[in-house]
């Protein structure tokens, strides 16, 4: 069936240094994924996201990788700030109207 | 433009009744998908909308439903709550669906005592 499993589940880093988070997907058909940040009482916010044709994609301080043959992508976060605390969640698009799956949430502390 | 826009932000209702949560979409996006959020099932599919037909459906049950209107408006209504209900709803639009970027509104609370 259609899974993603995101690790780690809870993140702790200090201000200043980086942060990664992987999601594996079960899909093979899935072509498009994003990342989102959501913050405690708002919506989920899109933050990057990846299509299946391109491997790497960055903007200012955050980037994501894609590897299709292994099924797994990742966020990295560089130079973290404490406003990049938050629940970070991965998604895929099984290409089906409009469905995203998602995984389970990584609760990123960056400490001051 | 504005974002996407729910109400009402929060509820409270009783197993058994019924509830009707609206979704205004970013304006120009034709689609509207439905989610449940929960702590312990995070974030799931409920059904998603486009020119006013359901095109893709989760795995909920009946008493879970939805609708979308000309000027793409949705709702979703939920029949028959029980505790288990109790979740945040968010919607979330894109202009033509199918793995079009999705911007996802603040949700309604929705508490089943």
């Known amino acids: 069936g259609e899974n993603v499993e995101q690790h780690p589940s809870t993140l702790s880093v200090q201000e200043g240094d980086s942060a990664v988070i992987k999601c594996t997907y079960s899909d093979s058909a899935s072509n498009y994924f994003p990342w989102y940040k959501q913050e405690l009482g708002k919506g989920p916010q899109l933050i990057i996201d990846i299509r299946s044709n391109v491997g790497e994609k960055k903007d200012q301080r955050i980037a994501v990788t894609l590897n299709k043959t292994a099924k797994h992508f990742s966020l990295h976060i560089t130079e973290t700030q404490p406003e990049d605390s938050a629940v970070y969640f991965c998604a895929a698009s099984p290409n089906q109207g409009g469905k995203l799956i998602f995984g389970q949430g990584t609760e990123l502390s960056v400490k001051p | 433009k504005a974002g996407v826009t729910q109400t009402p932000r929060y509820l409270i209702k009783t197993r058994g009744q019924q509830v009707t949560l609206s979704c205004s979409p970013i304006s120009g996006h034709r689609s509207v998908s439905w989610y449940q959020q929960t702590p312990g099932q995070g974030l799931q599919f409920l059904f998603e909308y486009f020119s006013e037909t359901q095109r893709n459906k989760g795995n909920f049950p009946g008493r879970f439903s939805g609708r979308q209107f000309s000027n793409s408006r949705s709702e979703m209504n939920v029949s028959t709550l029980e505790l288990g209900d109790s979740a945040l709803y968010l919607c979330?639009?894109?202009?033509?669906?199918?793995?079009?970027?999705?911007?996802f509104g603040p949700g309604t609370r929705l508490t089943v005592l």
């Open positions: 979330a639009s894109s202009p033509l669906g199918g793995s079009d970027t999705q911007y």
